[in-house]
């Protein structure tokens, strides 16, 4: 299958700040592909050399096949919804979606329609006589994708699509763009910080740290295997356990990173089925989040948070416990 | 593919936007540089000639002496009462400013706020002559506040105050008093405006904030809305100031026809054409406006502006 | 406590009177145009007629040839002053390079030092290059502060323009051209028309660059000129004020159309002459 996107070694300086520093990734046409990482972190920089806004400092990029540097945005087969959706205020809705057609010398009538067919695709159907001040942000955000899908564009970017939005809005959001996405099959390229967000919307996630790539892969694969501790830390805050406290309990003496949900509350003397470990430690904080209960206790200097069903608990804080966990759990990994 | 409409002129743009910003910035920075600045240097270079005392010419020789006559007593002291009287102005115009801004920014809303603001543009922008002249009618001997203050038998007031030393005189149209009160009168728009345009930036949850930490009114109006005002006075002071500075028209109308900097200047380069004088004149008003810009910059008024 | 949405009575005064202030001369102005006594400014005025609106218009031809050139040069000054207004804030918007803030500052100049200055300088200027007096040196002088009203309203609108909005334009297929046209223009261009009236209305009403940059001559008499002829030797004092409604009149009407053009956004013109 052909790539939708392909950077090979490509630096975006700014100065001396290496927003985009050497960055090489294959983009699969269809993908919905996630780009993840802190804010500064080279992810927008990396849409935005995609959509034609930035170009790159050095490095090759392809899209479709086609070399894209030098070519303005105009010049490209790829549409963005922007993060504060841009939409013009001068225009109503109907004239904000149907713009890329109007410039393209699409004929009134048609365009019309066209606009009308995209604003029900985002169920917005009856809104194209409003004003975008006239939205709520969660109606601005589907006129702004709308906007860009009418276009029929092979590559959708979107850049923090969500992140103006309260958090029932945003699930269903995500939802609806998944749905999209699988409908229309064009490939969603979507720059987030959000951890949870890049898990559950997209096929593979690449997660970015000062301008670089530090790991791309699926979704599962990402969270189960980090391949660093930065990416423990940011892919939903696994803990990390030292060397020492890992070669103590059954592991090499590597970094590696357990996942809270992976441990359970031991028995005192209990004996532990095959293949698993445990460890002592002091309870220092116990707080209840509904269906689990998030526990941190310090055991031989490490820092561990474990979330245990809310119905297991007996214990409080100052308590000393026994914790356990599979060994094959304890993902090793590199020391950055 | 959008590709078909897109003109090639823009992308020879679009790869060289620096280019695009020269060309629109060229005309205008060219317009200010040569018709506007060209001609101040211009002005400036003449003050360092000197005038022949004998001939009456111009001599186009370097000289430092056009600037010594300066500080001879009678140009020294126009420039000193230039300077008082643009102070006085702008002190008045602040204090008589703030209660309109204040009242305009804090309290009033919807048509009020249309309302005061027309208010206050209406006269900012009505004819700076028609104006002038309607203090002629309101400070002449038989004008109108003669005719008040002995409608309210305070006649005896007004003249105690025409008998003032200096700056009192014959009726109120020919005193320094009558100057200064048409020169606040002229610029006290400049003031409301930037001021107003300050105090709307200051949350009203910071006057709560202030009022909750225990300050009274009084307290929180001098620590906390004053200080953030403060840039927004600076701005409107530096077109009172400024304005007071360089104005003609106003001391030949209304005052007791002793000179300003302005007036002189204007004299200088009519009947005596000593332009040498006329632009060393010149330099002290921008003097004083570059210190004042640079010091008004500091205090961050140009955000208000 | 001091409550929220009412002031206090002692601010309310303060802020009424200092209305008052402002407003008073101008209704006095409106008042003495129709007063009978023509020599003095004599309070009240001893009677009332309305003969001198009729006089204004029939017996002072002297006062049609300024009016004209007034209008000529406030429209000419006016469509410089859009063009090269408009691309300084243009510029300036789009501009990242050091230096950016000094030229700003350049660009406010020309208000911000006395009008005198700048008519002594222009008129310098013309004595060395031998240029005569003419309707064009009048335009040369008006225009240079009206570049600076359109500059100061054109640039706060574009500010508000988001990079993104441009970006989006032209992620939808739309050229630079396509993009000025489609998306600037309409968004800068109630600001645009804003900022010509209020230099129309600050050009008609200039005196103090006008009497330096414009000859001696009757035909270089621009309608402020003329009043202040007036003002110094005066005629009829009357025929005066009515010159002085129409002006009013003239400047009035765009000042209030330009209020309602941007009254969404900034205030206009704070900065004004």
Redesign the interface.
């Given at each position: 299958m052909q790539n939708a996107v392909s950077f090979q070694h490509v630096s975006r300086h700014f100065g001396a700040v290496r927003a985009v520093d050497d960055v090489s990734l294959d983009i699969a046409e269809g993908e919905f592909f996630a780009m993840l990482g802190p804010s500064g972190s080279g992810k927008t920089t990396c849409l935005r050399l995609i959509?034609?806004?930035e170009q790159p400092t050095s490095g090759h990029i392809e899209i479709f096949g086609t070399t894209a540097e030098?070519l303005?945005?105009?010049?490209r087969?790829?549409?963005?919804v922007?993060?504060?959706y841009?939409?013009?205020?001068?225009m109503t809705v109907g004239e904000n979606v149907a713009?890329?057609l109007?410039?393209?010398?699409v004929a009134r009538a048609e365009r019309e329609a066209q606009a009308i067919e995209a604003l029900k695709m985002v169920k917005l159907d009856g809104f194209q006589t409003r004003r975008p001040s006239q939205l709520s942000g969660g109606q601005r955000q589907r006129v702004a994708l709308a906007?860009?899908l009418v276009?029929k564009p092979r590559v959708l970017l979107l850049d923090e699509p969500l992140g103006a939005l309260d958090l029932k809005l945003r699930e269903q959001m995500q939802d609806e763009l998944k749905a999209l996405q699988k409908q229309l099959g064009i490939t969603f390229i979507f720059v987030t910080h959000d951890q949870g967000e890049a898990l559950s919307m997209a096929n593979r996630v690449a997660i970015f740290n000062e301008g670089k790539i530090v790991q791309a892969g699926a979704p599962s694969d990402v969270y189960e295997r980090p391949r660093s501790r930065f990416v423990a830390d940011f892919v939903g805050s696994a803990n990390v356990l030292t060397p020492d406290f890992n070669a103590r309990h059954g592991g090499e003496k590597t970094w590696a990173s357990l996942r809270p949900e992976k441990i359970r509350l031991a028995l005192p003397k209990e004996k532990l089925p095959t293949g698993w470990t445990s460890a002592t430690g002091l309870v220092t904080s116990v707080s209840y989040q509904g269906a689990v209960t998030r526990i941190v206790i310090t055991s031989e200097g490490n820092r561990i948070a474990a979330m245990v069903p809310a119905r297991d608990l007996t214990t409080s804080e100052g308590d000393t416990l026994t914790f356990a966990w599979p060994r094959s759990a304890a993902v090793a990994m590199e020391d950055a | 593919?959008?590709?078909?409409?897109?003109r090639p002129g823009?992308?020879f743009f679009?790869?060289r936007p620096g280019l695009l910003t020269l060309i629109f910035l060229l005309p205008p920075l060219l317009w200010i540089g040569i018709v506007y600045l060209g001609s101040l240097f211009a002005l400036l270079l003449q003050s360092f000639y000197s005038l022949d005392e004998f001939s009456g010419l111009v001599l186009h020789e370097f000289t430092l002496s056009t600037y010594g006559h300066l500080l001879e007593y009678s140009n020294f002291a126009i420039l000193l009462r230039t300077v008082l009287m643009a102070a006085a102005v702008t002190i008045a115009s602040a204090i008589l400013a703030f209660p309109i801004a204040y009242y305009a920014a804090r309290y009033a809303r919807g048509w009020s706020k249309a309302l005061f603001y027309l208010a206050v543009m209406m006269p900012l922008w009505s004819s700076y002559l028609v104006k002038v002249y309607a203090w002629k009618l309101i400070l002449a001997k038989e004008g109108i506040v003669t005719w008040v203050a002995n409608q309210l038998y305070l006649g005896w007031l007004l003249d105690a105050v025409l008998a003032l030393p200096t700056v009192g005189g014959p009726s109120l149209s020919i005193s320094y008093i009558g100057t200064f009160i048409v020169f606040v009168y002229i610029w006290l728009p400049y003031m409301i405006l930037p001021t107003q345009a300050a105090l709307e930036r200051v949350p009203k949850t910071l006057i709560e904030a202030s009022a909750d930490l225990g300050a009274t009114p009084g307290q929180t109006f001098r620590t906390v809305i004053l200080p953030l005002a403060l840039p927004g006075i600076v701005a409107g002071s530096i077109f009172t100031f400024s304005l007071t500075l360089g104005d003609y028209i106003i001391p030949q109308i209304i005052g007791n026809s002793r000179p300003f900097i302005g007036s002189t200047v204007y004299a200088l380069q009519g009947t005596a054409g000593d332009i040498p004088l006329a632009a060393a004149f010149t330099v002290v008003p921008i003097v004083i406006m570059g210190i004042y810009l640079v010091v008004a910059r500091r205090m961050g008024a140009f955000d208000a502006l | 406590m001091h409550s929220e949405h009412r002031a206090g009575i002692p601010l309310t005064l303060a802020a009424i009177g200092g209305l008052l202030f402002l407003h008073i001369p101008l209704m006095l102005i409106i008042l003495y145009a129709f007063t009978t006594e023509e020599k003095s400014f004599q309070f009240p005025p001893p009677g009332y007629t309305t003969r001198w609106l009729s006089v204004a218009w029939y017996e002072r031809p002297d006062i049609w040839q300024p009016l004209y050139l007034s209008f000529k040069v406030a429209l000419i000054a006016t469509a410089i002053a859009l063009v090269f207004g408009t691309l300084a804030a243009a510029g300036l918007s789009r501009a990242k390079f050091f230096g950016k803030e000094s030229i700003s500052l350049l660009f406010i100049l020309p208000i911000a030092l006395p009008g005198i200055i700048t008519g002594i300088a222009l008129r310098s200027a013309f004595d060395i290059m031998g240029l005569p007096f003419s309707t064009w040196t009048i335009v040369l002088g008006h225009a240079t502060f009206c570049i600076v009203v359109v500059y100061n309203n054109a640039v706060a609108r574009f500010r508000r323009i988001?990079g993104?909005?441009v970006?989006?334009?032209?992620?939808?297929?739309?050229?630079g051209f396509?993009t000025f046209r489609?998306?600037i223009l309409?968004?800068i261009g109630s600001a645009l028309l804003a900022g010509g009236m209020l230099a129309f209305a600050l050009s008609f009403d200039e005196v103090i660059v006008t009497t330096f940059t414009a000859g001696t001559g009757v035909a270089s008499k621009t309608l402020p000129i003329w009043m202040l002829d007036e003002l110094i030797r005066p005629r009829q004092r009357p025929v005066t004020n009515v010159v002085a409604i129409f002006v009013m009149a003239v400047t009035f009407i765009p000042i209030v159309c330009a209020y309602y053009l941007t009254k969404d956004g900034e205030h206009t013109g704070g900065a004004g002459k």
């Open positions: 959509a034609g806004f030098g303005p945005p105009y010049r087969n790829v549409n963005t922007f993060q504060d841009a939409l013009f205020p001068h713009y890329g109007m410039i393209r010398g906007r860009a276009n | 593919m959008t590709a078909a409409v897109a823009s992308d679009f790869r | 988001s993104s909005m970006e989006a334009s032209m992620d939808l297929g739309a050229d396509q489609h998306v309409p968004q």
